[in-house]
């Protein structure tokens, strides 16, 4: 079953959004145009991550510093399972996921 959550037209660089889903909470990212969608969840301790710092391509969280390569997901200065990122899907002029 296909959740729209948000209109491709609002994916604007740097838009960044929580949502709570199925009992989960996600953040929705546009990064170098590309939108990906990521448990909002840091990996190292569980903060949240949507007021995580962004340079570049890493993702840098706010609590103990450890850095993630945004689109791998790996950690990039510390030993840490990597982010939890989720497919994304298109319908129309919406993205979203399926459940
Ligand atoms: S909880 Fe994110 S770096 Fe520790």
């Known amino acids: 079953m296909f959740v729209a959550l948000e209109r ?12 709570q889903l199925a009992g989960r909470n996600l953040l929705l990212m546009v990064v ?9 969840r ?3 301790q569980g903060v949240p991550l949507h007021n995580a710092t962004l ?19 790996q950690a990039l200065n510390a030993h840490c399972p990597a982010l939890t990122r989720f497919e994304l899907v298109y319908d129309d002029d919406r993205i979203g996921v399926d459940l």
């Open 8 to 19: 491709l037209l609002n994916l604007e660089e740097g838009y960044r959004r929580t949502f």
């Open 32 to 40: 170098d145009r590309q939108p990906l969608l990521l448990e909002n």
């Open 42 to 44: 840091c990996p190292h």
């Open 55 to 73: 340079a570049g391509w890493v993702l840098r969280c706010a609590r103990h510093g450890v850095e993630f390569d945004f689109f791998s997901g």
